[in-house]
């Protein structure tokens, strides 16, 4: 239950959740390595596996109970923990190099973070598409506005029925690869669910309720055809609201640009 709140089921830290990414993790918040990421939490944690708008008030005791730290802080004792900056000259002296981990600290290093995120995008490796869906969410709570993200949540849910590939050294600690495809798939699902928190779209927002019974069965192959439908008519929501909002890639003097600051 601890590990709900630690930095292995933080937004800010993509590259890992409750079953991927072993050793050490990355705060794209505090720009510090996590070095033991189960056992590391902060006031700012932003939670992987639900939507932010239905775990508020857990997420809120928790900041509450967490606010005297200024960055990170040891989720077992209290007490505040050093940043820790990220060297990947150390990480190849030391032999854990970690390809993942790499492409997080460098993102939004070169352009725009939108361009960073699509980086993720489109693959098949699990923990590429962990980052890539944690993310589109960081990037949809730091921009403010959800016409923001159209492209992204659009892409977002071409990914949504894509059944993500693990290997041994991706999974934690020897755990079953099952696992760990869970965890993708709550990340991706609540990406789409706050996209429809911001945008107003009730039906995107219990977009869980609406996969009979597949998701609760932990059954992935009834709920690969489930996802097969459901994006495409949720692809359909977004475009419709798009258009009667003017957000739906609108001439570019017009078009809204915003730029992510990491730090927010």
Same mark, same amino acid.
């Given at each position: 239950?601890?590990e709900?709140?630690?930095c292995?089921?933080?937004?800010?830290? !993509?590259? =890992?959740?409750l079953?991927?990414?072993?050793?050490?993790?990355?705060?794209?918040?505090?720009h510090?390595?996590?070095?033991? !990421? @189960? =056992?590391?939490?902060?006031?700012?944690? *932003?939670? $992987?596996?639900?939507?932010?708008?239905?775990?508020? @008030?857990?997420?809120?005791?928790?900041?509450?109970?967490? %606010?005297h730290?200024?960055?990170?802080?040891s989720?077992?004792?209290? $007490?505040?923990?050093?940043?820790?900056? *990220?060297s990947? &000259?150390h +990480?190849?002296?030391?032999?854990?190099? +970690?390809?993942v981990?790499?492409?997080?600290?460098?993102y939004g290093?070169?352009?725009?973070?939108?361009?960073s995120?699509?980086?993720?995008?489109g693959?098949?490796?699990?923990?590429?598409?962990?980052?890539?869906?944690?993310? %589109?969410?960081? *990037? =949809?709570?730091?921009c403010?506005t959800?016409?923001?993200?159209v492209?992204?949540?659009?892409g977002?849910l071409?990914?949504?029925?894509s059944?993500?590939?693990?290997?041994?050294?991706?999974?934690?600690?020897?755990?079953?690869s099952?696992d760990?495809?869970?965890?993708?798939?709550?990340?991706?699902?609540s990406c789409?669910?706050?996209?429809?928190?911001?945008?107003?779209? @009730?039906?995107l927002?219990?977009?869980?309720? =609406?996969?009979?019974?597949?998701?609760?069965?932990f059954?992935w #192959?009834k709920?690969?055809?489930?996802?097969?439908?459901?994006?495409?008519?949720?692809? +359909?929501?977004?475009?419709a609201?798009? &258009?009667?909002?003017?957000?739906?890639f609108? !001439?570019?003097? #017009?078009?809204?640009?915003?730029?992510?600051?990491d730090?927010?």
């Amino acid at each position: 239950m601890d590990e709900l709140f630690s930095c292995r089921n933080c937004v800010h830290n !993509p590259s =890992q959740s409750l079953n991927t990414g072993r050793g050490a993790g990355y705060c794209l918040l505090h720009h510090s390595v996590v070095r033991e !990421p @189960e =056992q590391t939490t902060c006031k700012h944690l *932003y939670r $992987k596996d639900m939507p932010a708008f239905v775990v508020d @008030e857990g997420v809120k005791e928790h900041a509450a109970e967490f %606010v005297h730290a200024a960055s990170l802080a040891s989720l077992v004792t209290g $007490k505040p923990l050093g940043r820790v900056p *990220y060297s990947e &000259k150390h +990480d190849w002296e030391h032999r854990v190099y +970690d390809d993942v981990r790499q492409a997080v600290t460098l993102y939004g290093r070169g352009g725009p973070s939108w361009v960073s995120i699509s980086s993720f995008s489109g693959g098949m490796d699990g923990r590429r598409s962990l980052a890539h869906a944690a993310l %589109v969410r960081r *990037y =949809q709570r730091n921009c403010g506005t959800w016409t923001s993200v159209v492209r992204l949540a659009l892409g977002a849910l071409q990914e949504l029925a894509s059944k993500p590939i693990f290997n041994e050294v991706g999974v934690r600690e020897e755990r079953d690869s099952e696992d760990a495809l869970w965890d993708v798939v709550f990340v991706r699902l609540s990406c789409i669910q706050e996209y429809g928190w911001d945008a107003g779209i @009730e039906p995107l927002m219990w977009a869980t309720d =609406q996969l009979n019974g597949a998701l609760t069965e932990f059954d992935w #192959t009834k709920l690969e055809g489930e996802l097969r439908t459901a994006s495409v008519r949720w692809t +359909d929501q977004v475009i419709a609201h798009a &258009k009667a909002e003017g957000a739906f890639f609108p !001439p570019p003097e #017009t078009e809204e640009s915003v730029s992510e600051v990491d730090a927010g």
